[in-house]
Each structure stands twice: as C-alpha cells, then as structure tokens.
C-alpha cells in the first residue's frame, strides 16, 4: 500500500464540485475511524489547501481520515471557490449557496460509505473555510463533534445550537484579511467587510456553551497568548491562540500561494486541532 491513498469523488449536485479524500495506512485493517472535514480558504481549493495545510501528513501519521471539500466557483475570471458561510464570503454567499446541506450530506455518505465512526467528526477551516466551521457548529451540532478554526471570524446572523459545542480557534496578530481585534479587513475577498473581534465571538459561545471560567489567560509570551473558556456544559472547552508571529496563513503548513503571508512557526496548527479534537465525541 502507498503511504495514503487517495481517492476523488464527484458528488449530486449540492453546489460543490469535488473532494479530495486521504485514508490513513492502517484503514483496511482497522475501523471506526475520526473524521475531519477541511475547509479551504476564499479563492482557495481542496488541492491547494491539502498542499499547503499539510494536514494529510498529520492524518496519515494520527491515523483518521481527512476530506477536503471543494468550495462553489464563482462565474468571474478566475473562479474563485467560497463558501457561504453568512455574510461572507463572495459568490457563495451572493447567490445564498446552501453549503449546509451539502457538508451534511457529505457526512452522511462518508459515514454510509467509509469507516467512520459517526460520533467522531470534525471541521476545520482557514479564513472563509474556517467561518464556514463556525456556521457549521451553530446550525448542525448533532453531526460535528467539535470546530478548530483560524484566521477567520464569525459571521452567521443567528446561531442557536441546542448542544455545547468544543471550539478551537487560531489567530496572528500580524492578519490583516481578518484582524484578530475586529473591524475592517485588508485583503483580497475581505476588502469593504468588517469583521467581529474574535474574544467577543468566543465570549458568544461561552454564553451557549454555558460557560462559567470566562476568558482566563493561561500563557501570554513572546510566542503567544492563549486564553480558555472552561467549566462549560457537557464539559466542552474553548480555546483561542494568539500568535506574535505569522499572518493569513495555517500555522505550521506554508504559505497559500506565492503572495500569501509567512505561516506562524510558534504554534502548529495539525498538533493542535488533533490534540483539541481527540478528547470529544457527540453524545
């Protein structure tokens, strides 16, 4: 067998064209498998956020399966893949892209298809990938087990989850597609939005969560900052890092394409979403 095998799909017509899917080495002898969900970035795609990401690497070694669907194409020049997570980002949000319905379905033939154990499956994303992680959490909590985002904010109107949901989240200081304090962004598909300052949208889902240690400050060095939201129902926990270095980019992979920011060096973001997600399933 190959190091991991890869398989691509063409999938109905759910307004997303095709997925890039890893099963680690073990699979055939083995079952019940996590599953991780990866979003791309706005003008990104499945394949390059696979390269960059290098979250294949860590699945391959870990042992889960990791998918990367493929966001909907714009009609412009240069076919730029978004997501519709709410008030972002670009054509998918335009045109009012279900990406809900199709994420969901794509978690329902994964499981029916594949090993995976329906109780151990995951999102993350990078910037409109990662809102779109958010949205996920707030509309369908019964299927995703816990989010781990970064460079990104949240940006669904509403967001009533009937469970505790495990958040993640990973920010530079240094971003200026989706500045860390909120306000507006400074980057290709993020120029004339204004963002949500991301302790405000933790404080959010500390408030869902039903947390009651709010906001505590655990680690602020010259690395990073890193500030937890615990004793929350279900036992789930929140937590945010801040990080000195880097910019719009996955800590730890490489930059998303050839004019893209430095990634952080200080935190590596597969170490972390593993860890983070390794310690919660759906009831």
């Known amino acids: 067998m190959p ?9 109905d017509q759910l307004h997303a064209d095709a997925l890039f899917q890893f099963l680690p080495p073990n699979y ?15 003008g990104g795609s499945a394949e390059q956020f696979e390269s960059t990401s290098r979250l294949s690497d860590k699945a391959n070694s870990a042992k889960f399966i990791v998918v990367y ?6 009609n412009g020049l240069i ?7 709410g008030s972002c980002c670009d054509y998918a949000a335009e045109q009012n892209i279900n990406n809900v319905k199709f994420i969901k379905a794509l978690i329902d033939r994964l499981v029916s298809a594949f090993k995976v154990n329906a109780k151990k499956v995951y999102a993350t994303g990078h910037s409109n990938g990662g ?6 959490a707030c509309e369908i909590p019964d299927k995703i087990a816990a989010i781990a985002t970064n460079g990104c904010t949240m940006v669904t109107a509403s967001c009533n989850p009937n469970k505790p949901v495990p958040i993640l989240h990973m920010h530079s200081e240094l ?3 989706v500045p860390y304090q909120g306000g507006p962004g400074d980057g290709i598909g993020t120029r004339g939005l204004v963002f ?16 009651t240690n709010k906001a505590q400050v655990v680690v602020n060095d010259t690395n990073y900052k890193l500030t937890t939201w615990t004793n929350c129902s279900g036992n789930v926990t929140l937590k945010y890092y801040l990080t000195k270095d880097g910019g719009h980019a996955w800590p730890g992979g490489l930059p998303g394409s050839v004019m893209g920011d430095n990634p952080s060096k200080v935190i590596n973001a597969n170490n972390l979403i593993w860890d983070f997600f390794q310690q919660y399933q759906l009831p």
Not at 3 to 11: P, T
Not at 28 to 42: P, R, T
Not at 79 to 85: D, E, F, L, S, V
Not at 204 to 211: E, H, K, Q
């Open 69 to 74: 669907p493929e966001g909907v194409q714009s």
């Open 175 to 177: 971003d200026k597609n």
């Open 131 to 136: 809102m779109m992680a958010y949205r996920l």
């Open 3 to 11: 190091e991991y095998y890869r398989a691509f799909y063409l999938l």
């Open 28 to 42: 055939y002898e083995s079952s019940g498998f996590s599953l991780v969900i990866a979003l791309h970035g706005g």
């Open 196 to 211: 949500n300052f991301i302790v405000a949208v933790m404080d959010g889902w500390s408030l869902r969560n039903n947390c």
């Open 79 to 85: 076919k730029a893949g978004t997501w519709n997570a």
